[in-house]
């Protein structure tokens, strides 16, 4: 029973986060705001991580600044703009569409499409191959002959 509950354990979802003590915000109103926000930016040294679960140093930092601009008042879309502002698009968990940024949105629908051509094309190349294997009726009256000769040997 007991190595039930431990694999059950295993199996949550945990996220592993970096926020260390010292920079959590005393008002709990403020923390979840700005651990919201935190999931919303990404380190912009590690690769499609957000800052709340970046143990890099500039995601530290970074953490440190939202959380300075919340205490001196801003709105999360300030903060947010105001980070943005600094880092560009990268830094946006979600960038923006524009020009600088459509390639990054269009890549997952093209791969998508390649790949249903890619599939099309495997399948009905199968299915062509699958049909020009098939007996010609020369080659199907031989084998029933085959067949018919062969029965008659065993039944007798």
Same mark, same amino acid.
């Given at each position: 029973?007991?190595?039930?509950?431990?694999?059950?354990?295993?199996?949550?979802?945990?996220?592993?986060?970096?926020?260390?003590? /010292?920079?959590?915000?005393?008002?709990?109103?403020?923390?979840?705001?700005?651990?919201?926000?935190?999931?919303?930016?990404?380190?912009?040294?590690?690769?499609?991580?957000?800052? /709340?679960?970046?143990?890099?140093?500039?995601?530290?930092?970074?953490?440190?600044?939202?959380?300075?601009?919340?205490?001196?008042?801003?709105?999360?879309?300030?903060?947010?703009?105001?980070?943005?502002?600094?880092?560009?698009?990268?830094?946006?968990?979600?960038?923006?569409?524009?020009?600088?940024?459509?390639?990054?949105?269009?890549?997952?629908?093209?791969?998508?499409?390649?790949?249903?051509?890619?599939?099309?094309?495997?399948?009905?190349?199968?299915?062509?191959?699958?049909?020009?294997?098939?007996?010609?009726?020369?080659?199907?009256?031989?084998?029933?002959?085959?067949?018919?000769?062969?029965?008659?040997?065993?039944?007798?």
């Amino acid at each position: 029973m007991r190595y039930i509950a431990f694999a059950f354990l295993l199996l949550l979802p945990v996220t592993a986060l970096a926020v260390e003590p /010292d920079e959590m915000l005393q008002d709990p109103v403020l923390e979840q705001r700005a651990r919201e926000i935190s999931r919303e930016l990404r380190c912009v040294v590690c690769q499609n991580q957000d800052i /709340d679960s970046s143990n890099a140093g500039v995601a530290r930092d970074l953490r440190i600044l939202v959380r300075e601009r919340l205490v001196a008042g801003d709105s999360d879309k300030e903060v947010i703009a105001y980070i943005h502002a600094r880092y560009g698009d990268y830094v946006l968990m979600r960038p923006p569409l524009n020009r600088a940024t459509l390639a990054l949105w269009m890549v997952p629908f093209v791969f998508a499409l390649v790949s249903l051509l890619v599939g099309w094309t495997v399948i009905s190349r199968s299915r062509r191959r699958a049909a020009a294997t098939g007996f010609s009726d020369d080659e199907k009256a031989e084998i029933a002959r085959f067949i018919e000769e062969n029965a008659s040997k065993d039944g007798s």
